[in-house]
Structure formats: structure tokens, C-alpha cells
């Protein structure tokens, strides 16, 4: 086989977000920068993350959205073959046991990316779950899988990993705010949060909004921010997220990947719920001090919101407080410990 070769099998889309694409693009970047080759087979409907896998030389194999179970694990068994990978790398909650199975008998090595224990089994080589007390789950597994539990395998992309972290002063009151809900943002949080914002508009210079790749909300929050009292700035699949993050005196942030991104800049943060695989991480944030749980996504509780982001904005200590314990959570080598792990693995 050839070990050179890596696939990954990853969606992105609407319904599940970018979250599980991005993370497995910051395995590809790592593994292409020991010098292999990285390919992701996937059902990808956000153009701007394929042109982002282009401009780092990984390849994409698309497949059509939908696609019958049986022919898709066909199309991946000959892709196997052909290039003669010895590693997968497969993130996404609808592949199960089954499909795991099936791609083990390809002969191939098996990485498994989980975030909350979904499976009644997991059989592969490397089970991989980043997550905030991920150490203390206790997985029924393969006799001879690896386990690397747990946020000093959190993956950040290169663009993250290379931005200075903050380091202060902290002003009085943040007059800079980031507003950031995810690549798809399926229920417009981020219209939830401008509304959250209007009644400490006078206290707030600039909010920076970043609308992702799948997000279908364009218009509606375009609308909202003509009609609204803040100074806001859309940024449509900004590329330079980090430094719009460094930018900002603190943010409101959807509890996906962008967490972790923000808790390794030091950006002091409050996280609302939009996902249930969100929950867990975001609740361990707030018991670490790193961050403040603004609780589950609704738009009847505006009020509450606006009052928690407030209680952030006008304290200083605060923030700095967050921003200390925050850059404590992540080592930002997440990436190549996981490759590490990979490369040592016997056989």
C-alpha cells in the first residue's frame, strides 16, 4: 500500500454545517505538510470550502448529494484501490457500524472522528474525539483501537495556529464585537444575535458579522443591519477569519468548531447552543472558566441574551479573566498529534 496516501470522508451542507469538512481539512493540511497526499471524498455543497481545499493542493472527489449507501461505499472501495491509500480518515454521524465495517474490509486503516459517543460500537484502528472531558467517555471499541480523547487533540486550521494569541489591554467597555454562528447557521441565530446587540448600541463601535459558506440567511440579515442602529460590517466567507477575531474585543459565537478557535486567540466569548453535539463542549467551557454558556439557541429569549452579552461587554476583568483561562484550553497541535499517532500505528 502505498502510506503516502490519505482519504478523507467528510460532508458539508446546510443540515450538518462545515464542522466535521474543516476539521478533517486541518488533518489533510498536516499530513500534505509531512510531505503525503491527501484526498477527500465528499458531498460537499459549499464551493467556497472546495476552492479552499484547492488553493492547499487537496484534492476533492464529489459525490452527488443522495447518493444510494451501497453505490457510495462502491465508489469509495475503488478510489481505495486506486490510489492505494493506507489510512481513511471518515467524520460525519450517519456513517455506522455498517459502513464502518464495510470499509475495514477494503483493508484499509481506520480513523474514526466522534464527538458524543453516538455509536453502540466503534470498530476502527484510531478513534478520535477533541472534545472537552472527551477522556471520560467511556467507548466500546475494536481490542486494538487507539483512543486520543480529549482537547489536546482539538485540530485548528494552519491560518489559526499561526495568529499571535491575544494578549490585552482590555478596554473598559468592547466596542468591538464578532458575530459568528457556523457555516450553515440553520436557524439564523445570527439575526437572534443582532436583535440582542440593539439595546447597547450606543456603547458598540463596530459588530463584524461573518455569514459562512452555507448559510442561507444572506438576505434576511442584510435587511436587519439596514434597519438597524449598530455600525455592522458583513464579512460573506471572510478570508482571514483569524485576524477578524483578533480584531475584536470579544464575540458571540455558535458552540461548533469556532470555539476552539476563538478559545486559542484568547477571545473572550459567549457561546450559544445551536446544535445538540454542541451542548457538552460548550457547558465544559463555562465550568473551565474560558468562556460564558448563553444556553441553547431560541428567539423568544432575545432579553436574556442581550443581558449576558452586556455583562460581558462592561466588564474588562472579565474579559480578561476569560481570555487568560481560554488560551490555556488548546495547544493548537492537535493536528499533528493525530498524525503522529497515524504514522507510529503498528502494521
Request: proline letters at 5%; one cysteine or more; hydrophobic letters at 35%.
Amino acid at each position: 500500500m502505498n502510506k503516502n496516501t490519505l482519504i478523507i470522508r467528510a460532508d458539508a451542507n446546510e443540515e450538518i454545517g462545515i464542522g466535521h469538512f474543516m476539521r478533517c481539512l486541518s488533518i489533510a493540511c498536516t499530513w500534505e505538510k509531512r510531505g503525503g497526499k491527501a484526498v477527500i471524498v465528499s458531498d460537499c455543497r459549499a464551493p467556497a470550502l472546495e476552492k479552499k481545499a484547492g488553493k492547499a493542493e487537496i484534492g476533492i472527489v464529489s459525490l452527488p448529494p443522495g447518493i444510494p449507501m451501497e453505490k457510495e461505499l462502491s465508489t469509495l472501495a475503488d478510489i481505495i484501490k486506486q490510489t492505494g491509500a493506507h489510512w481513511i480518515v471518515i467524520d460525519g454521524y450517519r456513517f455506522d457500524e455498517t459502513y464502518h465495517k464495510a470499509i475495514k474490509a477494503c483493508g484499509i486503516r481506520l480513523l474514526l472522528m466522534d464527538d458524543y459517543n453516538h455509536l453502540p460500537f466503534y470498530r476502527c484502528d484510531i478513534l478520535v474525539n477533541q472534545n472537552l472531558g472527551a477522556d471520560k467517555i467511556s467507548y466500546r471499541h475494536s481490542r486494538n483501537t487507539r483512543l486520543l480523547l480529549g482537547h489536546e487533540y482539538t485540530l485548528l486550521r494552519r491560518e489559526f495556529t499561526e495568529t499571535e494569541p491575544v494578549s490585552g489591554p482590555f478596554p473598559e467597555t468592547a466596542g468591538r464585537i464578532l458575530v459568528t454562528m457556523g457555516g450553515s447557521d440553520p436557524d439564523n441565530a445570527t439575526l437572534t444575535v443582532i436583535h440582542a446587540l440593539i439595546p447597547a448600541a450606543k456603547n458598540i463601535s463596530v459588530v463584524d458579522i461573518v455569514i459562512g459558506p452555507s448559510n442561507p440567511h444572506l438576505k434576511s440579515i442584510e435587511e436587519a443591519v439596514t434597519c438597524s442602529p449598530l455600525n455592522c460590517r458583513i464579512h460573506v466567507n471572510p478570508g482571514n477569519m483569524a485576524g477578524l477575531m483578533t480584531r475584536a474585543d470579544m464575540a458571540v459565537s455558535a458552540g461548533g468548531s469556532t470555539a476552539w478557535e476563538l478559545s486559542y486567540l484568547g477571545i473572550p466569548s459567549v457561546f450559544i447552543v445551536t446544535a445538540a453535539n454542541q451542548e457538552n463542549s460548550v457547558r465544559k467551557i463555562q465550568e473551565f472558566n474560558a468562556g460564558i454558556n448563553a444556553g441553547s439557541h431560541s428567539p423568544s429569549s432575545i432579553r436574556e441574551l442581550s443581558d449576558t452579552i452586556y455583562r460581558l461587554m462592561s466588564s474588562s476583568t472579565l474579559r480578561e479573566e476569560l481570555s487568560r483561562q481560554s488560551k490555556r484550553l488548546i495547544s493548537g497541535k492537535g493536528g499533528n498529534k493525530i498524525v503522529d499517532a497515524m504514522e507510529s500505528y503498528p502494521g
